[in-house]
């Protein structure tokens, strides 16, 4: 079974659990959801049901276009009943690391808005420590023009590397969907208390948002190479 289809039987269980009639659904970003809008588009359909999709991200909101399906914004549904998302690592305590995609930011506005987080992802992504499989950091977003300071004095902290991230398509840095850079945070320890290194960082100037997300998810399904879902807790 491939990647994909894991994403994919993770996403189906996640969106046929915990999606209810005349709801507010929190709409993740990254390859993952794509599945979970696909699931839930079908479902719309079958059973007619009245779903508002928020969405954390432009590609979110593209993707909730693309189906049809009913858009809102937190200023008129600041409350929402569950957000299902994507993670780059999760890890026993369901500390994610989220924001490879660079949607963090919105991804963690609307998920603390939510009384649920789910997280669907394929069976790489599911780990005992953050930093056992996912290699690339913590995401953190920053201002522009604080982007030296802040990495200077993360590091004069914990430790560890940071590189700011390169664009692909476009010379120079990574500017994310509300206009800022993004550091990437090679963490030298796994055994770190993430609660107080996200606080930590997060009052730093300049720190618009890292991609700890520390109690915040209930719940991650894990799609397996032999079709199955692993749950977690």
Known sequence: MSLEQAKQVAAYRAVDEYVQNNSIFGVGSGSTVVYAVQRLAERIELEKLNVICIPTSFQAKQLIIK?????GELETNPEIDVTIDGADEVDSNLTLIK??????????????????LIVIADYTKDSKKLGDRY????PIEVIPMAYVPIKN????????????????????PVVTDNGNFILDWIFPYQDLDWEK???AIKMIPGVVETGLFVKMCSKAYFGQPDGTVVESP
């Open 67 to 71: 189906h049809k399906l009913i858009l």
């Open 135 to 138: 290699k690339k950091g913590i």
């Open 197 to 199: 290194v996200n606080n």
């Open 153 to 172: 004095k993360i590091i004069s902290m914990f430790g560890g590397e940071i590189k700011l991230r390169s664009a692909v398509a476009k010379a120079g």
């Open 99 to 116: 924001g490879g995609g660079g949607c963090l930011l919105q991804e963690k506005i609307v998920a603390s808005c939510s009384k649920k």
